[in-house]
Antibody, heavy 115, light 107 residues
Framework: EVQLVESGGGLVQPGGSLRLSCVASGFSFSSVEMTWVRQAPGKGLEYVSYISSSGNAFYYADSVKGRFTISRDNAKNSLYLQMNSLRAEDTALYYC????????WGQGTLVTVSS | DIQMTQSPSTLSASVGDRVTITCRASESVSMWLAWHQQKPGKAPKRLIYGTAILGTNVPSRFSGSGSGTEFTLTISSLQPDDFATYFCQQYNTDPWTFGQGTKVEMK
């Protein structure tokens, strides 16, 4: 069974940093490209970042470019999102999902940016 | 960025109704279009990818069609479990973008 479990969210002050993790199981993680998507409270879905299966290619939404870094450790079946210079508008539930078409989603981890 | 526009934003329907949701892209996304269903407090679930390919274990009452810039999601006979919000998503061009969502509510 495919499982994606996010962690690392929490309350952080504006300008602070957080590192999100997504641990995968039930499939060959090293063969699968991954995506982070976020959803602000009561709002729609917003793509954040994508990484290829090898980790050699990655993309970012303009809203996070230069502040967020996506990475992966295929030996640990883990995906990461390093978030720096956080802003109030980054407050959201952050999901990891497989592939560009997002066939399986985790349950999300909540990031709240507030003073 | 490619803009995805769904209509309607809200749809009131009854069990057994045929329901159609439209998604328009600001430029062609070829066939690279997915539909996701989200229920309150839950993660989204992918229903359809590649415009018309049903995801694993997705009931056959769901179907997708279209190409280029205009796409539809159809539920042939609405069931109680289908009251939810539906999002289209293009993954042809980075950044992947989503429609604003269509809430299907009980009439």
């Amino acid at each position: 069974e495919v499982q994606l479990v996010e962690s690392g969210g929490g309350l952080v002050q504006p300008g602070g940093s957080l590192r999100l993790s997504c641990v995968a199981s039930g499939f060959s993680f090293s063969s699968v490209e991954m995506t982070w998507v976020r959803q602000a409270p009561g709002k729609g879905l917003e793509y954040v970042s994508y990484i290829s299966s090898s980790g050699n290619a990655f993309y970012y939404a303009d809203s996070v470019k230069g502040r967020f870094t996506i990475s992966r450790d295929n030996a640990k079946n883990s995906l990461y999102l390093q978030m720096n210079s956080l802003r109030a508008e980054d407050t959201a539930l952050y999901y990891c999902a497989r592939y560009k078409s997002l066939d399986y989603w985790g349950q999300g981890t909540l990031v709240t940016v507030s003073s | 960025d490619i803009q995805m526009t769904q209509s309607p934003s809200t749809l009131s329907a009854s069990v057994g109704d045929r329901v159609t949701i439209t998604c328009r892209a600001s430029e062609s996304v070829s066939m690279w279009l997915a539909w996701h269903q989200q229920k309150p407090g839950k993660a989204p679930k992918r229903l359809i990818y590649g415009t018309a390919i049903l995801g694993t274990n997705v009931p056959s009452r769901f179907s997708g069609s279209g190409s280029g810039t205009e796409f539809t999601l159809t539920i042939s006979s609405l069931q109680p479990d289908d009251f939810a919000t539906y999002f289209c998503q293009q993954y042809n061009t980075d950044p992947w973008t989503f429609g604003q969502g269509t809430k299907v509510e009980m009439k």
